[in-house]
Each structure stands twice: as structure tokens, then as C-alpha cells.
T-cell receptor
Framework: QKEVEQDPGPLSVPEGAIVSLNCTYS??????FMWYRQYSRKGPELLMY????GNKEDGRFTAQVDKSSKYISLFIRDSQPSDSATYLC????????????FGTGTRLLVSP | DVKVTQSSRYLVKRTGEKVFLECVQD?????MFWYRQDPGLGLRLIYF???????EKGDIPEGYSVSREKKERFSLILESASTNQTSMYLCASCGPNTEAFFGQGTRLTVV
């Protein structure tokens, strides 16, 4: 079993929909949780970063962590075609970036 | 505008060749990383460096080596390229916090 599981998709939604992207994990020591967005033929870019449990909101994006269920989510409101990308979750038990464990990514397609 | 620059976007090399992938960052970051990204496997850490001339093995170092002679430059070396090293290679750098910046990636094909 992988340490971090993420549905590869693709997830296809119409413009304006609310999107929910999810990851589950097995290591209860994970405390730092991140979401990266990767456009086709580009490197990943950091989208959201949360520590421990709870919610964090940034514009149309909300990151949610449920440590009791070992489950994290990224919600995108009013999705746009420009949101079409692969979304990678990543998590770590400490602040060292080399300790990050990545999910395999979910490909999101938002149609106009 | 912060930048991590990888020297090549696409490379095609022959089996057995020695291959150099170069990465340069302009943010004065101490930490630099090399990952490979494969479908269904996600990002896997090959090597990282936390200082000049320092290096640590990641999860899949076999068949690779690295060099960090200057703070801004981190090179990945495939000593003798093999077809199973065909992949997307991503360089990243980060400072004291965990925010990291990635390069554009190098898509390497070994034939």
C-alpha cells in the first residue's frame, strides 16, 4: 500500500462547478500538507500549504485536513477552464522538504 | 520573479551515454532537489543537496549521481543511460521554510 493515495482521474467538470480533490494517507506522523498544481509540460507550483488539521482558504481554493480520518481535500469553487491541470497532494512529518511524500496527482479538466 | 531553470526541455540520448541534466536557481536557496516523475508513480526523490558539495541520496539514487560545486547549480548525472531512465526529471529548490520552487522539467528519452 502506498503511503499517499490519490485518484488519478481524469475528473471532468463544467465551468462554474465546485471541484473536490482528495488524498488519503497512512502515516499518522504527517503534519504538513500541501497541494501543488501542475500544468501540462510545466513543473509543479505550490497552491496551498496547511499545518495539522483544519481548513485554509485562499480565494476560490480551500484546503481541508482531517487527521483523524487521514484524509485531505482541496476544494475549488467556481471552477474555470484555466484550472485544468494535474493537482498533486504532498505531505511530510517535518519541515524538511526532502521528506515530502507526493501523491500521483489527479488530472482535472474544466470545460467551458 | 523567482526562477529555477533547467537547461533542456527535451533530450534524446542513446543507451550507455553519459547524460548531464543541469539546474540553476536564482533565489540563493540552500536546498536543491532532483525528482523523476512517472505516470502512476508520482514524484520520486533521486538526490538532494543542502549545501555546496553536500549531497544525500533520496529514494531512488541507483544509476544516478549529482554534483553541486556552486550554490546556485545542481547537476544530475546519468553515468550510463538506460531505457528505464526515460522519464520527466524535475529540479526544485527551497529556502528555510518548506515552500519549494520547481523548474520546468526535462523530458528525457533514452533509446
Amino acid at each position: 500500500q502506498k503511503e499517499v493515495e490519490q485518484d488519478p482521474g481524469p475528473l471532468s467538470v463544467p465551468e462554474g462547478a465546485i471541484v473536490s480533490l482528495n488524498c488519503t494517507y497512512s502515516n499518522s506522523a504527517f503534519q504538513y500538507f500541501m497541494w501543488y498544481r501542475q500544468y501540462s509540460r510545466k513543473g509543479p507550483e505550490l497552491l496551498m500549504y496547511t499545518y495539522s488539521s483544519g481548513n485554509k482558504e485562499d480565494g476560490r481554493f480551500t484546503a481541508q485536513v482531517d487527521k483523524s480520518s487521514k484524509y485531505i481535500s482541496l476544494f475549488i469553487r467556481d471552477s474555470q477552464p484555466s484550472d485544468s491541470a494535474t493537482y498533486l497532494c504532498a505531505m511530510s512529518s517535518n519541515t524538511g522538504f526532502q521528506k515530502l511524500v507526493f501523491g500521483t496527482g489527479t488530472r482535472l479538466l474544466v470545460s467551458p | 520573479d523567482v526562477k529555477v531553470t533547467q537547461s533542456s526541455r527535451y533530450l534524446v540520448k542513446r543507451t550507455g551515454e553519459k547524460v548531464f541534466l543541469e539546474c540553476v536557481q536564482d533565489m540563493d536557496h540552500e536546498n536543491m532537489f532532483w525528482y523523476r516523475q512517472d505516470p502512476g508513480l508520482g514524484l520520486r526523490l533521486i538526490y538532494f543537496s543542502y549545501d555546496v558539495k553536500m549531497k544525500e541520496k533520496g529514494d531512488i539514487p541507483e544509476g544516478y549521481s549529482v554534483s553541486r560545486e556552486k550554490k546556485e547549480r545542481f547537476s544530475l548525472i546519468l553515468e550510463s543511460a538506460s531505457t528505464n531512465q526515460t522519464s520527466m526529471y524535475l529540479c526544485a529548490s527551497c529556502g528555510p521554510n518548506t515552500e519549494a520552487f520547481f523548474g520546468q522539467g526535462t523530458r528525457l528519452t533514452v533509446v
